[in-house]
């Protein structure tokens, strides 16, 4: 049975995105190493020594992902390419646009009306591997449904002040067992936890 993990790149106080949805420094340690990883056939990075030995497995184990329809659209479906996995999840109420599903006729994108709909997609598209949900609003919804078995969390030495939280709407107290992985990168902290049931 697939596992969830809800993760992203996130500033020092706890923010995805500035509240324009820029990312700002937060992605500048995808281009300051020398190893090159790859979270699918499309594109690649240089990173640090330290950042590919732990990013790469991940992406590697990733078969799923669930993304907002914000995301999706922001991104322009990042070209019928998933950022990592097989497959990619959209919750949204509306369907795809037309005019991109007829220049990507083959991407492998479906569509869920709810995040409890999407992340049970995502999991029989999983496998046995990961399903990958994205931090921020669809993340925090399937966190606050008790849906999230891990968390991880890409740490840039920023503070941001205000923004799209990694947790999205989510209040209230939700306990995580000991980080089982910590990993210094050059410009980022690689952090995963299993969250407590």
Not at 126 to 133: I, K, M, S, T
Not at 156 to 172: I, L
Request: charged fraction near 20%; include cysteine.
């Amino acid at each position: 049975m697939a596992r969830v993990v809800m993760q992203a790149v996130v500033s020092v106080d706890g923010y995805i995105a500035y509240p324009d949805g820029s990312v700002g420094p937060l992605f500048d340690w995808y281009g300051n190493g020398d190893e090159t990883v790859r979270p699918n056939d499309k594109w690649s990075f240089n990173v640090s020594r330290a950042s590919a030995a732990y990013v790469q497995p991940f992406w590697d184990d990733v078969r799923c992902t669930v993304i907002g329809r914000h995301l999706f659209d922001i991104t322009d479906g990042w070209a019928g390419v998933p950022a990592a996995g097989e497959h990619l999840v959209v919750v949204t109420h509306r369907p795809l646009p037309e005019e991109w599903l007829a220049r990507f006729p083959d991407a492998p994108f479906h569509t869920a009306p709810s995040v409890e709909a999407g992340i049970e997609l995502a999991k029989n598209l999983a496998g046995d591997g990961l399903a990958c949900v994205t931090a921020g609003d669809v993340g925090g919804q399937a966190f606050s449904a008790g849906l999230v078995d891990e968390v991880a969390m890409d740490v840039v030495p920023v503070v941001f002040g205000a923004g799209v939280r990694f947790f999205g709407s989510h209040t209230g107290t939700v306990l995580l067992d000991d980080p089982d992985t910590v990993v210094q990168g050059d410009r980022v902290l690689h952090l995963h936890y299993t969250v407590k049931r």
